[in-house]
């Protein structure tokens, strides 16, 4: 495993994100806690020591599952992560209660890195907001040691990044953004990887896969890059790519699977970075994706929480995703086998989801072409 210097710290070059845990049903908080229990062990065996949860994860699940299964190895053996959920306003007025809630969880006395979540434009004035206390009392508990390190994960665009560090960039040691060769233009992750180098700011990375759409390429831009590089597994020019740029410190993987866990073990054993022409070709490759139509969403299931009409709202991306993609018009069968309330038309536009997404995917939008399209209504 390659690991990083973080202060004193040598923390492994791959966390494990526990976003997206191994289910045993069709509801996200339905994790399968024996196989997750297997992948962490697996992975604290091969030099993992860094594991992400967060207190939304799995309906609220994870924290819990993760403490649970954490706590089987020595306390000094790993480091934890779990985050703020500023995202929603309601919780700035409960600050304590949450951060206790979340210890007990995690069935800990204290976190190793402590984040706030998912900053963006909805939610950054509540997030500066000093009447609500939060940088305070997170300070505080930084100086009790209940946190060690304190910092943010960032979904918002470069004005707010800057705003966040220009505000409390003295106390933040560490952000977290999503940051993949296709977001390095759709998204200007470049711009924001230059910032952050400017103000000496480690990297945590997030969605290093784009939610798994790096992982599975079209056929022609998977042979491109194999062209390249043809020892190179698809899912392992996305991690090779973070490991060519400069500041990246923790890229984090939320792996459902102990295949794709031991493949990103394997990877994180060596560092091959890509050269200039590799690098060049598969932000050239993602761009053409983007640019063919592609929503990118990631299935963070943040909508999820905001859908009045209960709308598996990634699911049907992904769907529509692979419509608009290949053509397929066996999705629009695949449609009519679920029950009229879970199609598409389903969808009241009511645009909820939409201030939470960290894509700023235009969902209703895209659930009218989708019904229409589909012949749905």
């Not at 089987?72 to 929603?88: C, I, M, Q, V």
Request: proline share 5%; glycine share 8%.
């Amino acid at each position: 495993m390659l690991y990083k210097n973080f202060g004193d710290l040598r923390l492994s070059a791959l966390g494990l994100g526990m976003m997206r845990l191994p289910k045993s049903g069709n509801g996200d908080g339905d994790i399968d806690e024996a196989k997750a229990a297997e992948m962490v062990d697996y992975a604290i065996r091969n030099g993992v020591n860094y594991f992400d949860t967060a207190y939304g994860y799995h309906g609220g699940k994870s924290e819990i599952v993760t403490g649970r299964i954490l706590s089987r190895y020595p306390r000094e053996s790993y480091h934890l992560a779990s985050k703020f959920p500023g995202y929603d306003a309601a919780n700035l007025e409960r600050i304590p209660e949450i951060f206790e809630e979340q210890l007990k969880k995690c069935g800990v006395t204290y976190f190793d890195f402590y984040l706030l979540h998912n900053v963006c434009e909805d939610d950054i004035d509540g997030y500066l907001d000093e009447s609500k206390g939060l940088m305070r009392y997170l300070l505080e508990q930084k100086a009790a040691g209940r946190i060690r390190h304190l910092g943010f994960s960032c979904h918002g665009n470069y004005d707010t990044l800057k705003r966040m560090l220009d505000t409390y960039g003295q106390y933040l040691e560490f952000c977290q953004i999503q940051l993949n060769y296709m977001d390095w233009h759709y998204q200007d992750a470049k711009a924001r990887v230059e910032l952050l180098n400017e103000r000496n700011i480690p990297i945590w990375v997030m969605e290093p896969l784009r939610g798994g759409k790096l992982a599975n390429l079209p056929r022609s831009a998977a042979e491109k890059l194999h062209a390249l590089r043809p020892e190179e597994s698809v899912p392992g020019w996305a991690f090779r790519f973070l490991q060519a740029v400069p500041g990246v410190t923790v890229t984090l993987s939320g792996m459902s699977s102990m295949q794709q866990l031991e493949e990103n073990v394997e990877t994180f054993r060596s560092e091959q970075p890509l050269n200039r022409e590799e690098f060049d070709a598969a932000v050239s490759v993602a761009d053409a994706m983007v640019s063919g139509g592609v929503l990118p969403c990631t299935a963070c299931r943040y909508c999820t929480t905001r859908c009045p009409a209960h709308l598996d709202i990634p699911a049907l991306l992904a769907l529509y995703n692979e419509y608009r993609f290949s053509g397929d018009t066996s999705v629009a069968q695949e449609l009519r086998e679920l029950p009229e309330t879970a199609w598409p038309s389903a969808c009241i536009a009511c645009r909820s989801c939409e201030g939470i997404c960290p894509q700023k995917i235009k969902v209703s939008e895209a659930m009218a072409d989708f019904a229409k399209s589909a012949g749905l209504r």
